[in-house]
């Protein structure tokens, strides 16, 4: 297991709570992100599930009138 400086592990801990994963997953899925938006691994696969939201915050691409979400996805 690799171990992150202090605040970084609070971040992870945090990230991987709200998503309701394990801390590999959360792991996994950042460093797929990061590998993604930087040009290292194709668009998502279709088989592949995307990440879910965060709790409390409604995907933009799921709901109904999306115009109501402003900058950041909240109302």
Known sequence: ?????DD???ALS?????QNISRD???RR???EW???HGFLAETDEDETPP???PGKPDPEFVQYP???KGDGSL
């Open 35 to 37: 590998m993604r938006t």
């Open 25 to 27: 997953e959360a792991i």
């Open 1 to 5: 297991m690799t171990n992150f400086p």
């Open 8 to 10: 970084l592990e609070a």
């Open 14 to 18: 945090a990230h991987a709570r709200q």
């Open 67 to 69: 115009g109501y979400f």
């Open 30 to 32: 950042i460093v797929r």
């Open 52 to 54: 879910s939201p965060a």
